[in-house]
């Protein structure tokens, strides 16, 4: 079956880089996504990652995908105390839908001033 | 648009009752989506919908879970006999599918079960 795994800790100081990292096990994996989860808030999209590219920039957010070791890394540059809150990798097949998700736990990212 | 809107936000019930969430999507949007996340992880697949036709469930979804979406509008997820094992936030998400490719989904905010 799907599985998704993510480091679980990510702690860094204002204004460095952060790269969150991802693995994932299902090959026919068609979408890989990085959700932000802050408290009390809803999951929201940051970025998506169609699975025959290589990279995707998008403002600070840039997304790397290693289609052969089946792995997915966001990197967050110029991070900002606004940018701590939980990251989750998530994939989708598709099928009949491509809103059916498999998500990682999640990589708790603390930023320090 | 205000969002994906779910109510309650906090949900207490003592095991063995029967409870039900409410989701509202964001209006135009065809497809619905009902996921759980416990404290730790992140949220798992249940239930899908699109209009008001249940395309598919999670082997998760026990036989005490229901969900509906009379009319393809809004969504209800009744949880009956609750468990312990229950208490989860219940995300609901929106978005407009065709199946055909990437689909964007719209969060709520959820609604935090505890069963005592």
Known sequence: GEDVEQSL????????????????TDSSSTYLYWYKQEPGAGL????????????????????LLNKKDK?????????????????FCAESA???????????????????? | DTGVSQDPRHKITKRGQNVTFR?????EHNRLYWYRQTLGQGPE?????????????????????????????????EIQRTEQGDS??????SSWGSGQGFEK???????QLSVL
């Open chain 1, 9 to 24: 800790f990510l702690s860094v100081r204002e204004g460095d880089s952060s790269v969150i990292n991802c693995t994932y």
């Open chain 1, 44 to 63: 929201q999209l940051l970025t998506y990652i169609f699975s025959n590219m290589d990279m995707k920039q998008d403002q600070r957010l840039t997304v």
């Open chain 1, 71 to 87: 792995h997915l890394s966001l990197r967050i540059a110029d991070t900002q105390t606004g940018d701590s809150a939980i990251y």
């Open chain 1, 94 to 113: 598709g099928g009949t839908s491509y809103g059916k998700l498999t998500f990682g736990q999640g990589t708790i990212l603390t930023v320090h001033p």
């Open chain 2, 23 to 27: 989701c509202d999507p964001i209006s």
């Open chain 2, 45 to 77: 697949f249940l239930t899908y919908f699109q209009n008001e036709a249940q395309l598919e469930k999670s082997r998760l979804l026990s036989d005490r879970f229901s969900a509906e979406r009379p009319k393809g509008s809004f969504s209800t997820l």
């Open chain 2, 88 to 93: 989860a936030m219940y995300l609901c998400a």
């Open chain 2, 105 to 111: 989904l719209f969060f709520g905010s959820g609604t």
